[in-house]
């Protein structure tokens, strides 16, 4: 039967969590419209059984496939170079779909012809449970299930990974491939498909709930510091996709709409650089990674929102050092 969705999901030692993710997906309306590729990245645990269990009650709708370590885009790349559906998402191991909000959003592919769909997300807070929100609307005023020119939205928003579900070949004439051995490219999936994308729809769908608070999470401030040499390379690799583009003559709606994603990526190397050990050489550090952006990437600087980073900045960054102060502050205050 034909496939509608192909669901990536990348596992590395993830047995706590990977059979509610799996459990999740296991509804019986969609079915057989959905492929599930488990792509199991060196896991080491218990995760290929569970995965296992899975595909053998339902061989027609789980894939199981592995492979040597290489990092989580290593996974999704393995996971595009296989999926058979006319759409693909992205679900990580220790995530879970809504039932209700994962049947409209299948619903929906098989209605609109779209090269995007978006659905909304809740982070869930471990251990509580609590849900909440980052923004109910991807924009003000927006018209959900209406087919829009993308480049009629590209300053309104930004499509995240939780919210992207996608056109395969769409995808995959991008020639895209995801950096490997690294952290950190969520946004490298979702901005190198862009300059391919002529048409996006939105529903007022909640369809992925992200875990946060996890221990060893990739997202917490100590990891981010452990692995900022993984975030600069993320940086450094879509500022020269961006350069490429623009050499292209890309249409300036598109190049807008990176500008703005490549300009939050910068504003979180921002908060590493202000979590480590304060010093003069890290400010100095700090102040000619600006630099650099400033003259080389001017759109890409003037791009950040980030009150804080512009205080910072206009202060000729001297507020590095209370800033410091605060960001230490804060991941202090979390792990209460």
């Not at 209605?111 to 997300?121: A, E, H, L, P, Q």
């Not at 087919?147 to 300053?155: G, H, L, P, Q, V």
Request: aromatic share 12%; charged share 30%; hydrophobic share 35%.
């Amino acid at each position: 039967m034909r496939k509608i969705l192909s669901v990536i999901i990348p596992v590395y030692n993830m047995e706590k969590y990977i059979r509610q993710c799996l459990e999740s997906l296991m509804i019986r309306e969609i079915l057989d419209k959905i492929e599930i590729l488990v792509v199991l990245d060196g896991s080491t645990d218990r995760s290929e059984k569970i995965a296992l269990e899975f595909s053998k009650a339902h061989p027609e709708s789980v894939r199981v496939i592995s492979k040597p370590n290489g990092g989580h885009g290593s996974a999704i790349n393995t996971g595009m170079d296989n999926a058979a559906g006319e759409y693909v998402k992205v679900l990580d191991s220790d995530d879970w779909v809504n039932r209700k909000g994962f049947i409209r959003l299948v619903e929906g592919l098989e209605k609109y012809d779209t090269d995007i769909v978006w659905s909304n997300f809740f982070w869930v807070y471990e251990p509580s449970g609590k849900k909440s929100v980052q923004n109910r609307h991807p924009f003000p005023g927006v018209e959900y299930g209406r087919k829009y020119d993308f480049r009629e939205i590209a300053e309104k928003t930004f499509v995240k990974m939780h919210s992207m579900t996608v056109k395969t070949d769409l995808v995959r004439r991008t020639g895209m491939r995801i950096d490997e051995n690294c952290y950190y490219v969520d946004v490298e999936f979702v901005m190198y498909p862009i300059p391919e994308v002529k048409t996006i729809t939105f529903l007022d769908e909640f369809v992925y709930m992200y875990r946060l608070g996890r221990q060893g999470q990739s997202m917490t401030l100590e990891k981010m510091r452990q692995n900022h040499r993984n975030h600069e390379r993320v940086l450094k690799s879509l500022l020269r996709y961006y350069r490429n583009l623009k050499a292209r003559d890309t249409d300036r709606e598109y190049l807008i709409y990176l500008e703005k994603g490549i300009a939050n990526v910068l504003s979180s190397h921002f908060k590493i650089y202000l979590s480590f050990p304060c010093s003069a050489r890290v400010c100095r550090r700090l102040r000619r990674m600006d630099g650099t952006i400033r003259g080389r990437y001017p759109e890409i600087y003037n791009a950040v929102e980030n009150k804080f980073v512009w205080a910072i900045r206009k202060s000729g960054y001297l507020l590095y050092y209370p800033g410091h102060f605060i960001m230490r502050l804060r991941e202090k205050l979390n792990e209460v």
